[in-house]
Each structure stands twice: as structure tokens, then as C-alpha cells.
């Protein structure tokens, strides 16, 4: 039963969430989509440093590695993805 709560509250939220974007497309004040839109970058910044970041810097002080090697390589090969495909 955990498990399914913990499945169906992601789901609804985003559910929720990408619905507002076609209920209120032409209908939202600039300041709100604004404040959203910051609100939104925020939460995905920190999704990356607690998910990614700090995980990889953990793994390779386990592993004996320079801890801030493989997670400044892989923030590098981001950004280049991101202003080629961007």
C-alpha cells in the first residue's frame, strides 16, 4: 500500500500541474506564470544536486576518486548537450 501511495502522489501532482498548463494557456497573468516558472526551475535545480550532484560526489569518494572529478565532467557534458541541442 506504500508503494502505491508513493507511486500515485508524483503522479497526481504532475498530473495536476501539466494540466493547468492547458486549462489556463491564454487565461494566466504574466506575474503568475512568471513565479511558476521560477518556482519550477528551482525544484528541478535542486532534483539535480540532491539526485545527481551529491550522489556522484559520494560514490567517488567511495570508489577513492577526486570527489569533484566525475560530477564536474558530467555538469560540463550537460551544459555542452544543452547549448548544442538547445
Do not use: H
Not at 508503494?3 to 494540466?19: A, E, W, Y
Not at 516558472?37 to 560526489?57: D, E, K, N, Q
Request: aromatic share 6%; glycine share 8%.
Amino acid at each position: 500500500m506504500n508503494i502505491l501511495i508513493g507511486l500515485l502522489i508524483p503522479f497526481l501532482g504532475t498530473t495536476l500541474g501539466s494540466s493547468m498548463v492547458f486549462l489556463m494557456k491564454n487565461k494566466m497573468n504574466e506575474k503568475v506564470e512568471k513565479i511558476l516558472l521560477v518556482f519550477a526551475s528551482g525544484v528541478m535545480v535542486s532534483a539535480s544536486i540532491w539526485s545527481l550532484l551529491v550522489p556522484s560526489i559520494d560514490m567517488a569518494r567511495n570508489q577513492g576518486i577526486i570527489a569533484w572529478i566525475p560530477a564536474t565532467i558530467g555538469f560540463i557534458i550537460m551544459m555542452i548537450l544543452d547549448v548544442a541541442l538547445g
